[in-house]
């Protein structure tokens, strides 16, 4: 079993910086996949990066040289460096693990625990 709660949501103007963090209980949490997904209420909850175990990581094309997946296996978080954030990039954020491996990593249903969402507002 693992909980997860997200931190370091707000209210951010266009071209600033935030940073998403996940704490992670479980205890083999180093061998989890974790990803970060977002849902706005028009739009099915999309992916937008992944870090494997092992250390690769993954991106959505929308956020792809702007975002940063990062984690410490030492202290059972993942965190999202977010730059040059855009109104678009506006959404309730969620942190999600899945044990083991997946090539669907880009699918909300490849994971088996979620956060409860921290929400994200960029300001035009």
């Known amino acids: 079993q693992v909980q997860l709660v997200e931190s370091g949501g707000g209210l951010v103007r266009a071209g600033d910086s935030l940073r998403l963090s996940c704490a992670a209980s479980?205890?083999?949490?180093?061998?989890?996949?974790m990803a970060w997904f977002r849902q706005t209420s028009v739009k099915e909850r999309e992916f937008v990066s992944t870090i494997y175990s092992g250390g690769s990581t993954y991106y959505a094309d929308s956020v792809k040289g702007r975002f940063t997946i990062s984690r410490d296996n030492a202290k059972n978080t993942v965190s999202l460096q977010m730059n040059n954030l855009r109104p678009e990039d506006t959404a309730v954020y969620y942190c999600a693990a899945l044990r083991g491996y997946s090539s669907r990593y880009n699918l909300p249903s490849a994971y088996n625990y979620w956060g409860q969402g921290t929400q994200v507002t960029v300001s035009s």
């Open positions: 479980g205890r083999t949490f180093s061998s989890y996949v």
